[in-house]
């Protein structure tokens, strides 16, 4: 038993990622729909947007790349989905410059499947850089750095801006990230203007800002996948739509295989330990 | 299944092959996974040439000056922005030249640092000090209570939060000898940090599956684009 446990000791770690792989490619045939459990932090955002009126605007900050697609976009589908269903009016930018062009094309895209129109019920103000100063900025007047939107449209222009000046006349600002970018939006947006403020971000992320929920500087927090499947089961999207939803399942499986890698890689350690 | 052009398949496919090729290097490290890795940081950094240029310099800069160059007129505020830019900007490039004139790029460079700085650190204090600590002084009632609230449901969270902030400071203070009382509370603030890393290890890996099921998926999409 203690060779086996050596040799398992010393296994090549390419294993570990075929082992990986296969789990998670296996579960792509079985949907078994496991059960997914709102948690407090994920509920909160959900009932902040329920709780709008038709006409009220949100600022919305989607910060993410193509590489985190799996985990942020379902949030931010299921966080538009839900805003445009209620009628909330979306006010937006792109202050991650890798992640512009996907704002844009979740922004386009949720508001064509909702009937939405570019203008009236939503805006999309763009990228500029210096992201902090950005936000410190929009906080007196949207603006300051943004005369114009992403396509070049006079920001006075736009029926929807009419009225519109700066975050106090919007509800909330949720802002989907997987970028530093989350930390900017706590310390100028919510620290400087007192603005409730919430965070969908990756799950490498989640364990950095669950300090900021603790602290009342965020009133909700999506962390990871399991964050954005617990979303898209309150706002009922349903079938292929509930991307986080299908991916969890795997996900489950292949957690499954990790537990017993690392269980497995204890009781080597613990079985191979030489006595002092 | 919607029809899909040539393009797209001819684009997907690309793709594909560079997922491959950074795939690639979980066997080991090779050419392709390299030409991949220079092509993501290549293409990175000219997508964001174009949008800097689009999206900043040109609306909030050059549209500007021109309307100043060419006389259309400009507002006394944007003059002065243009041209103080503009001279700030020329400092920051003399750097290139070196001698006594690259040392005017420091004025530039003070002006970033000093408003930077002047602006975050009470924004910073606020947010990582003043807020934090407010998160640990609970209330008591209406009073504040710098101890468990009793009468609150998460009070076990809240007694959690206190002794393990407590116990973890107590660790990094190396000013006495971690033997004793202060020793034992010391050692309690370790399994504390410890849990805070096996949570975030657990999210770590939560993350890095996620990404490599959306690549799984991507891979399976194409397949039945193809066939």
Request: charged share 15%; glycine share 8%.
């Amino acid at each position: 038993m203690k060779e086996f446990f050596q040799k398992l000791l010393k296994i090549d770690r390419r294993w570990i990622f075929l082992i990986t792989g296969v789990a998670i490619v296996i579960p792509f045939f079985f949907f078994i729909g496991l059960p997914i459990k709102a948690t407090r932090e994920v509920r909160a955002l959900y009932d902040a947007v329920e709780a709008l009126k038709p006409g009220d605007v949100v600022f919305y900050a989607p910060e993410y790349d193509p590489a985190t697609i799996p985990e942020v976009q379902p949030m931010a589908h299921a966080f538009l989905r839900q805003v445009f269903r209620k009628n909330v009016r979306v006010v937006a930018t792109g202050l991650f410059q890798l992640g512009v062009a996907l704002a844009e094309q979740d922004l386009t895209l949720m508001a064509k499947e909702m009937g939405k129109k570019y203008g009236e019920d939503y805006v999309f103000l763009g990228y500029k850089p210096y992201p902090e100063q950005v936000i410190l900025n929009m906080g007196e007047d949207f603006r300051k750095s943004f005369p114009t939107d992403y396509y070049g449209n006079d920001v006075n222009a736009l029926p929807m801006m009419r009225g519109l000046k700066n975050y106090s006349d919007t509800k909330m600002i949720v802002s989907m990230t997987a970028v530093s970018g989350a930390d900017y939006w706590i310390r100028s947006a919510h620290g400087r203007y007192n603005i409730p403020l919430a965070l969908g971000v990756t799950a490498v992320m989640a364990t950095d800002y669950y300090t900021y929920y603790q602290s009342g500087q965020l009133f909700a927090l999506m962390g990871g996948l399991k964050g954005a499947a617990e979303y898209e089961q309150m706002v009922g999207i349903k079938g292929k739509a509930a991307k986080a939803t299908l991916r969890m399942d795997i996900q489950s499986f292949a957690h499954l295989a990790i537990i017993i890698l690392v269980i497995l890689g204890n009781l080597a350690y613990f079985a191979t330990r030489e006595k002092k | 299944m919607p029809e899909v052009s040539y393009v797209q398949v001819i684009w997907t496919t690309l793709a594909v092959f560079f997922t491959l090729f950074i795939f690639s290097f979980l066997y080991k490290d090779n050419p392709l996974y390299k030409i991949a890795e220079h092509v993501v940081v290549g293409v990175s950094n000219g997508y964001w040439m174009i949008l800097l240029f689009r999206d900043t310099f040109k609306p909030l800069w050059l549209d500007p000056a021109w309307n100043l160059v060419s006389g259309k007129g400009l507002s006394a505020e944007l003059t002065i922005f243009v041209l103080v830019n503009l001279v700030f900007s020329v400092f920051m490039l003399l750097r290139l030249v070196g001698g006594n004139a690259a040392l005017l790029s420091r004025w530039a460079m003070a002006v970033v640092l000093g408003v930077s700085a002047g602006v975050l650190i009470p924004l910073s204090v606020q947010t990582y000090m003043y807020e934090q600590l407010k998160g640990n002084v609970l209330t008591f009632g209406a009073f504040p209570f710098p101890f468990v609230s009793v009468v609150s449901q998460t009070a076990f969270n809240n007694l959690l939060i206190i002794v393990g902030s407590l116990s973890g400071l107590a660790y990094f203070f190396f000013s006495k000898e971690h033997k004793g009382v202060f020793g034992g509370t010391a050692k309690l603030g370790i399994w504390f940090l410890m849990i805070g890393f096996g949570a975030t290890f657990g999210y770590t890996v939560m993350g890095r599956l996620s990404l490599l099921i959306g690549r799984i998926e991507f891979l399976r999409d194409w397949l039945n684009m193809i066939f």
